[in-house]
């Protein structure tokens, strides 16, 4: 959805606009002078120019400068798991199984969670789980072009078996090629019939390994706790066979997974760190805005002066309230963070009032 105008352009040829414009009218385009045309159409522009097009896009991340990775940077993360499933079979009570099954008794009743992820730690390891269960997340996520999730947790209720949108989910998993674990749940119902699942599974391709597959299950009560612990262990198994790796020495970067404007702390943006460390201080740009890190809070609340990968953080500091999805990217310094937000702030301006209209020679004359 990029896109540049004619006297831009033109600029940016070295050429006079009215050139592009007779160009333009030779393809079959009426533009004027200010209008924007798309990037494919700027580009066989160009080419007729004997010029070549570099598409930058909106959220270009190359423009800030990534720090390469040294052999010692590299550590084992955390994974990060989204719950899918198709309606009320329990993805809500799962995930709220799982974080009572990890907090200490007396500490979960007390604090409230806004924070839109959680993390859960066990003698293995650490998991995150992006705490908005469903699908709309993660599309939202992917058609930002952010993937975030290391594994789907596909919850399937025993007494109901596959439903539409547990189809949906496994089609989201496969697409972003994001392993899948099934979660059989509420196995404490007379009615359920785990084996029925996992034979309607089986013609979407996820087998048991007792089956002779190599898909993950687990046979669960969110309702009644069972199973909880073997379910964590089983991700991390998943997250053992990812060897998900990345650096932490570097500036952090991120998504941004949710964003608000809260009375009295500002714009609060809840991150996830995906490479890197994010400390106090830090200057960054998240999506169209930019900022510093006054203040960051982990999942309980709890000020923290810096989070490291597979961590999700609350932060202060953020000129605006960034979308879900939008990259977040620390910077080397302040002024190039808000560099990169005003000029991103511009062509957010310009795509919004794109006002591009391809006109083929056929329906021109239609149109007289
Ligand atoms: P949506 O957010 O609406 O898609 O539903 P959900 O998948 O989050 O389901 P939710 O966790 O809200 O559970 C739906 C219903 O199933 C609730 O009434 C739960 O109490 C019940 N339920 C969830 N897990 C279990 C379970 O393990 N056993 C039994 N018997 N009931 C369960
Ligand atoms: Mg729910």
């Given at each position: 959805t990029e896109a540049i105008t004619v006297s831009e352009l033109a600029r940016k040829m070295n050429l006079k606009a009215s050139s592009l414009i007779t160009k333009l009218m030779s393809m079959g385009m009426m533009v004027t002078i200010n209008q924007q045309i798309d990037a494919d159409t700027a580009t066989i522009l160009a080419e007729e120019f004997g010029c070549k097009v570099n598409v930058v896009s909106l959220?270009?991340?190359?423009?800030?400068e990534k720090e390469q990775d040294s052999e010692d940077s590299l550590r084992g993360r955390a994974p990060v798991v989204t719950i899918m499933g198709h309606v009320d079979h329990g993805k809500t009570k799962l995930l709220d199984a799982i974080r009572s099954a990890n907090v200490a008794e007396g500490e979960f009743g007390g604090i409230?969670?806004?924070?839109?992820a959680y993390q859960v730690n066990l003698p293995q390891g650490k998991i995150t789980f992006l705490?908005?269960?469903?699908h709309e997340a993660f599309t939202l996520m992917r058609a930002r072009g952010?993937?975030?999730?290391?594994i789907v947790v596909l919850v399937v209720a025993a007494n109901d078996g596959v439903m539409p949108q547990t189809v949906e989910a496994i089609n989201h998993a496969k697409e972003a090629k994001v392993p899948i674990i099934v979660a059989i749940n509420k196995?404490?119902?007379?009615?359920?019939n785990p084996d029925r699942v996992k034979q309607q599974l089986s013609d979407y391709g996820l087998l048991p390994e007792d089956w002779g597959g190599s898909t993950l299950f687990c046979e669960v009560s969110a309702l009644k706790r069972k199973g909880i612990n073997e379910l964590l262990e089983t991700i991390l198994l998943q997250a053992e066979l990812l060897e998900l790796k990345t650096n932490y020495d570097c500036r952090a970067e991120g998504r941004v997974l949710e964003s608000k404007i809260d009375h009295g702390r500002g714009s609060v943006a809840t991150v996830l760190v995906q490479r890197g460390t994010l400390k106090i201080g830090d200057p960054f740009v998240a999506g169209v805005y930019s900022g510093k890190v006054r203040a960051m809070f982990d999942d309980h609340g709890k000020r923290v002066d810096k989070a490291e990968p597979s961590t999700p953080v609350e932060i202060l500091g953020c000129d605006g309230v960034p979308e879900a999805g939008d990259p977040f990217q620390v910077t080397e310094n302040e002024k190039l963070a808000r560099q990169v937000s005003v000029k991103r702030q511009e062509l957010k301006k310009l795509e919004e009032s794109k006002n591009v209209k391809k006109i083929t020679l056929d329906n021109l004359y239609d149109s007289i």
């Amino acid at each position: 959805t990029e896109a540049i105008t004619v006297s831009e352009l033109a600029r940016k040829m070295n050429l006079k606009a009215s050139s592009l414009i007779t160009k333009l009218m030779s393809m079959g385009m009426m533009v004027t002078i200010n209008q924007q045309i798309d990037a494919d159409t700027a580009t066989i522009l160009a080419e007729e120019f004997g010029c070549k097009v570099n598409v930058v896009s909106l959220y270009d991340e190359t423009v800030i400068e990534k720090e390469q990775d040294s052999e010692d940077s590299l550590r084992g993360r955390a994974p990060v798991v989204t719950i899918m499933g198709h309606v009320d079979h329990g993805k809500t009570k799962l995930l709220d199984a799982i974080r009572s099954a990890n907090v200490a008794e007396g500490e979960f009743g007390g604090i409230t969670q806004h924070i839109g992820a959680y993390q859960v730690n066990l003698p293995q390891g650490k998991i995150t789980f992006l705490d908005t269960p469903g699908h709309e997340a993660f599309t939202l996520m992917r058609a930002r072009g952010a993937q975030v999730t290391d594994i789907v947790v596909l919850v399937v209720a025993a007494n109901d078996g596959v439903m539409p949108q547990t189809v949906e989910a496994i089609n989201h998993a496969k697409e972003a090629k994001v392993p899948i674990i099934v979660a059989i749940n509420k196995i404490d119902l007379p009615e359920a019939n785990p084996d029925r699942v996992k034979q309607q599974l089986s013609d979407y391709g996820l087998l048991p390994e007792d089956w002779g597959g190599s898909t993950l299950f687990c046979e669960v009560s969110a309702l009644k706790r069972k199973g909880i612990n073997e379910l964590l262990e089983t991700i991390l198994l998943q997250a053992e066979l990812l060897e998900l790796k990345t650096n932490y020495d570097c500036r952090a970067e991120g998504r941004v997974l949710e964003s608000k404007i809260d009375h009295g702390r500002g714009s609060v943006a809840t991150v996830l760190v995906q490479r890197g460390t994010l400390k106090i201080g830090d200057p960054f740009v998240a999506g169209v805005y930019s900022g510093k890190v006054r203040a960051m809070f982990d999942d309980h609340g709890k000020r923290v002066d810096k989070a490291e990968p597979s961590t999700p953080v609350e932060i202060l500091g953020c000129d605006g309230v960034p979308e879900a999805g939008d990259p977040f990217q620390v910077t080397e310094n302040e002024k190039l963070a808000r560099q990169v937000s005003v000029k991103r702030q511009e062509l957010k301006k310009l795509e919004e009032s794109k006002n591009v209209k391809k006109i083929t020679l056929d329906n021109l004359y239609d149109s007289i």
